[in-house]
């Protein structure tokens, strides 16, 4: 079946910095990439969707300076967290869709990271 | 009110006993449904996909889809341990590259 390769599964950084986390499909072309982030014992909160060679769309109240998204090609996808801040600390997951006429209509997640900053 | 509710449980059975796990919704736009299994501080795994009403067995698995009612079920036969996971429905308007909602997960508790 279809994989998505995130990295990296975990990371510490200190306060002020800046953390990039790398999403690939491995075997597909991903026409749109999902960004979520994660509270503990809660659902998948939606971030913001990206399209290969256009702008992310953020969802309300999510901070398109600090989450910057990047989805230059159709097998990659990056989230970067700028000035990394304590309250940023959370577990961030990456899904894909697929094109329409694939067999897997299901959107495939990442493996997801846990960001912890310190 | 959240477009999609989900009891959180935890939900404890034994082995082996037959698992009921719901979701009601409140668009009566939302056309495909989806269960996903999650593992702690793992990503999500689909474990069933279907389009409108009906049913949909694969495995120990049957999800079922009422849309007059706007409510779906994931049945989970002769449940094992392996199984204790949160099960998270979610739900979709239209066609791929749109975004899902999701209900709030389950957490499911399968004991030896």
């Known amino acids: 079946g279809a994989v998505v390769s995130q990295h990296p599964s975990r990371v510490i950084c200190k306060s002020g910095t800046s953390v990039k986390i790398e999403c690939r499909s491995l075997d597909f072309q991903a026409t749109t990439m999902f960004w979520y982030r994660q509270f503990p014992k809660q659902s998948l909160m939606l971030m913001a969707t990206s399209n290969e060679g256009s702008k992310a769309t953020y969802e309300q109240g999510v901070e398109k300076d600090k989450f910057l998204i990047n989805h230059a090609s159709l097998t990659l996808s990056t989230l970067t967290v700028t000035s990394a801040h304590p309250e940023d600390s959370s577990f961030y997951i990456c899904?894909?869709?697929?094109?329409?006429?694939?067999?897997?209509?299901?959107?495939?997640f990442g493996s997801g990271t846990r960001l912890t900053v310190v | 009110q959240k477009e999609v509710e989900q009891d959180p449980g935890p939900l404890s059975v034994p082995e082996g006993a037959i698992v009921s796990l719901n979701c009601t919704y409140s668009n009566s736009a939302f056309q495909y449904f989806m269960w996903y299994r999650q593992y702690s501080r793992k990503g999500p795994e689909l474990l069933m996909y279907?389009?409108?009403?009906g049913n949909k067995e694969d495995g120990r698995f049957t999800a079922q889809v009422d849309k007059s009612s706007k409510y779906i079920s994931l049945f989970i036969r002769d449940s094992q341990p392996s199984d204790s996971a949160t099960y998270l429905c979610a739900m979709r308007i239209g066609n791929a590259g749109n975004m899902l909602t999701f209900g709030g997960g389950t957490r499911l508790m399968v004991k030896p």
């Open positions: 279907t389009y409108s009403s």
């Open positions: 899904s894909a869709s697929f094109p329409e006429g694939t067999l897997d209509y299901g959107y495939t």
